[in-house]
Each structure stands twice: as C-alpha cells, then as structure tokens.
T-cell receptor, first 113, second 111 residues
Framework: DVKVTQSSRYLVKRTGEKVFLECVQDMDHENMFWYRQDPGLGLRLIYFSYDVKMKEKGDIPEGYSVSREKKERFSLILESASTNQTSMYLC????????????FGQGTRLTVV | TQLLEQSPQFLSIQEGENLTVYCNSSSVFSSLQWYRQEPGEGPVLLVTVVTGGEVKKLKRLTFQFGDARKDSSLHITAAQPGDTGLYLCAGARGSARQLTFGSGTQLTVLP
C-alpha cells in the first residue's frame, strides 16, 4: 500500500520558533509538494521539488523554506513561526508526468500561539 | 486570486438529489483532476480528464472537461450521505511539475 507519512498530526509552537515539518514517501516518486489548506482557499502550493536538492517556489513561499536531501524525504521549514502560519499543512508526492496521481499525507495541523 | 475557481463553495442537499460542481479558469490546462477529501484525511484522486470535451463516469459521478480545456464539471446523480466531503479540482501547469488546486466545494448530503 502506497504511503505518504507526515511526522506529526498536531503541533503547537510559539511565535518566533523554528518549525520543521517532515514528510516521507515510499513510492520512489520524483515530485513532492507542500501545501497549506485554509477554509475557503482550497490547497495553496508553498514549495515543490522535482528531484533531490531541487526546489521551486509555489504560490505562497514567503516565510517558508524547504529541504530535499534524499528522494523520499521533503521537509518544510518555518524559519520564525508567526500566528498567520497557523494552518493545516499537507504533503504530497507524485510520479513524473502531467496526468499522474498525487498521493497525500494525512496532514499536520499547526497552531502558532 | 485563485487560478482555479470552484463553485459553489458550499452545497447542502438532501439524499437523492442531483448536483453539479464547477471548476473554472482563464488558463488552459493539459489535464484536470478531481479529488475528494474527507475530514482528517488527505485528498484522494477520483478521476483525471485529459482531452477537451472528454466525459468520464465513475458510478453516479460524471466528470466533463471543457472543449477549451479551461473548465471542468462534476455531476453527482442521486447523491448519498457517503458522498459528503470536500471536492477539489486540480490542474498541472508550467513545466507540468506544479499541481495547482481549486478553492474547493464542501458538499453535505443529508439523509
């Protein structure tokens, strides 16, 4: 069974903290994505990676960075967490190609206080 | 501004009714996908449409890709409570590496 695993389901952090969200996939997919999901806004793309050490900005990269040192792992980093980064974060992976299916993790609900 | 706009944002209907959800864009997409997300889970793929004008059926769900490949619709016949969920359209763009999602339609089917 294919799997995308996010390290935490729920996370509470203080303003100004550095936060790491980890995502691991076991399908040998080239592409990995980080989205945030807020009510009424759907999924907004933060960053994506199409190969090890390769990354591209999505639609809302400000305040975030990413790391992909190994093919199966894609990390999202909040350098200095702020309250407006309170959200649901979803990681996804997909194989190369326009029509391939994206597989999602269960999400991390991050609250910044 | 969302690249993919979905309507309606919320839909609450009685079991047995029919409904249509729309996904619109000013951009052309090489393909569009529809996902469904249930509470506490990530989205799961329902279908991919590739050719302009294409129609795909999945039991009581009918998906259509617009002729100009800028829009898509999802029609559900005789909705059931099990259809309740967040429906999201998604399109590949740029180098096809990016996957962009719409704003979502939250469907509630009441028994």
């Amino acid at each position: 069974d294919v799997k995308v695993t996010q390290s935490s389901r729920y996370l509470v952090k203080r303003t100004g903290e550095k936060v790491f969200l980890e995502c691991v996939q076991d399908m040998d997919h080239e592409n990995m994505f980080w989205y945030r999901q807020d009510p009424g806004l759907g999924l907004r793309l933060i960053y994506f990676s199409y190969d090890v050490k390769m990354k591209e900005k999505g639609d809302i990269p400000e305040g975030y960075s990413v790391s992909r040192e190994k093919k199966e792992r894609f990390s999202l980093i909040l350098e200095s967490a702020s309250t407006n980064q309170t959200s649901m974060y979803l990681c996804a992976s997909k194989n190369r190609g326009q029509n391939t299916e994206a597989f999602f993790g269960q999400g991390t609900r991050l609250t910044v206080v | 501004t969302q690249l993919l706009e979905q309507s309606p944002q919320f839909l609450s209907i009685q079991e047995g009714e029919n409904l249509t959800v729309y996904c619109n864009s000013s951009s052309v997409f090489s393909s569009l996908q529809w996902y469904r997300q249930e509470p506490g889970e990530g989205p799961v793929l329902l279908v991919t449409v590739v050719t302009g004008g294409e129609v795909k059926k999945l039991k009581r769900l009918t998906f259509q890709f617009g002729d100009a490949r800028k829009d898509s619709s999802l029609h559900i016949t005789a909705a059931q409570p099990g259809d309740t969920g967040l429906y999201l359209c998604a399109g590949a763009r740029g180098s096809a590496r990016q996957l962009t999602f719409g704003s979502g339609t939250q469907l509630t089917v009441l028994p």
